[in-house]
């Protein structure tokens, strides 16, 4: 069965500096999608970026980017320039179209504190 | 944008009740899904529903079930509470393609007594 770890329960970060939060996962798939999502505090979940695992191209989305590494199933995320919105809940998830139908997994999930 | 939208924020309900948990999306998403989020376990998936009427077993559906009488509604009912189901829960929502992306509701926590 497919898993995915979040070893950092919290991390914290001084505004304007930079942060990796840190995901690994275990599958035996080769087709698969990876995710952060964020969630604020009392705010719905909403996606930051995605990775598609055949491309080798790390995702970016503006201040947010992914360090992608296949062969050691690790997929971090790194937050640029912080600002105090940043400040959430982030989950790392995981989806094979191949197996589970369309069910996406998640990790435990990764509390970031943003410090002005 | 999408929106889905829950219909409590808050529920308090006492052990034995039966409760209903109600989500609405309004883009015509193929997918919807319940999951509930506990602390230090992430977000889990109780139950999934790919078309009108299907629905399919998550990972933790004891004590839960589901409806899906229209495409933008699916309704997570507790049929007995009980305390080891206080909890969030989130609704979302996705489109049928492989893309995955998920569009949650805001949540709803739920309190038993």
């Known amino acids: 069965a497919q898993t995915v770890t979040q070893s950092q329960p919290e991390m914290s970060v001084q505004e304007a500096e930079t942060v990796t939060l840190s995901c690994t996962y275990d599958?035996?798939?080769?087709?698969?999608?990876l995710f952060w999502y964020k969630q604020p505090p009392s705010r719905q979940m909403i996606l930051v970026i995605r990775?598609?695992?055949?491309?080798?191209q790390n995702a970016t989305e503006n201040r947010f980017s992914v360090n992608f590494q296949k062969a050691a199933k690790s997929f971090s995320l790194k937050i640029s320039d912080s600002q105090l919105g940043d400040a959430a809940m982030y989950f790392c998830?995981?989806?094979?179209?191949?197996?589970?139908?369309?069910?996406?997994?998640f990790g435990a999930g990764t509390r970031l504190f943003v410090k002005a | 944008d999408v929106k889905v939208t829950q219909s409590s924020r808050y529920l308090v309900k006492r052990t034995g009740e039966k409760v209903f948990l109600e989500c609405v999306q309004d883009?015509?998403?193929?997918?919807m899904f319940w999951y509930r989020q506990d602390p230090g376990l992430g977000l889990r998936l109780i139950y999934f529903?790919?078309?009108?009427?299907?629905?399919e077993k998550g990972d933790i559906p004891e004590g839960y079930s589901v409806s899906r009488e229209k495409k933008e509604r699916f309704s997570l009912i507790l049929e007995s509470a009980s305390t080891n189901q206080t909890s969030m829960y989130l609704c979302?929502?996705?489109?049928?393609?492989?893309?995955?992306?998920?569009?949650f509701g805001e949540g709803s926590r739920l309190t038993v007594l």
């Open positions: 979302a929502s996705s489109l049928y393609s492989n893309t995955g992306e998920l569009f």
């Open positions: 599958t035996s798939e080769s087709d698969y999608y």
């Open positions: 990775q598609e695992a055949y491309k080798q």
């Open positions: 998830a995981y989806r094979s179209p191949n197996t589970g139908g369309f069910k996406t997994i």
């Open positions: 883009m015509d998403h193929e997918n």
């Open positions: 529903s790919y078309d009108v009427k299907m629905k």
